[in-house]
């Protein structure tokens, strides 16, 4: 991951910095009450193991949130976090609608 120095003057660079963070945030977009990190896979068409990575970067950049503990953790989208609902979100849709 970048330097927080870094994450905060240019997130989407972390945010989109590889092909599986877009197919992951494409994959949870759709889903409120949220995923497991397999499915979360699956739906993205990306392996357990970068499954697993991206929801790592996307969490601790605060994009992504960890819901429960123990064996059952879903993912979603953080809808806290501005970057979320002002940006992330409105691209993905907007892709959506487009293509």
Same mark, same amino acid.
């Given at each position: 991951? $970048?330097?927080? *120095?870094?994450?905060?003057?240019? &997130? ?5 910095? =590889? &092909?599986?963070?877009? *197919? +992951?945030?494409? =994959?949870?977009?759709?889903? *409120?009450?949220?995923? #497991?990190?397999?499915? $979360?896979?699956? +739906?993205?068409? +990306? ?6 990575? $991206? @929801?790592?970067?996307?969490? #601790?950049?605060? /994009? +992504?949130?960890? @819901?429960? #503990?123990?064996? $059952? ?14 940006? /992330?979100? &409105? ?9």
């Amino acid at each position: 991951m $970048t330097s927080s *120095a870094g994450f905060f003057r240019r &997130p989407l660079d972390e945010v989109f910095a =590889a &092909p599986s963070h877009v *197919a +992951v945030l494409r =994959a949870l977009l759709d889903t *409120a009450q949220g995923m #497991s990190g397999r499915e $979360t896979g699956r +739906v993205a068409r +990306v392996n357990h193991a970068a499954a697993a990575r $991206t @929801l790592a970067r996307l969490e #601790s950049a605060g /994009i +992504v949130e960890r @819901l429960g #503990s123990g064996g $059952t953790q879903l993912f979603r989208l953080n809808q806290a976090n501005v970057l979320t609902t002002e940006l /992330i979100r &409105p691209l993905l849709v907007g892709e959506r609608r487009v293509f």
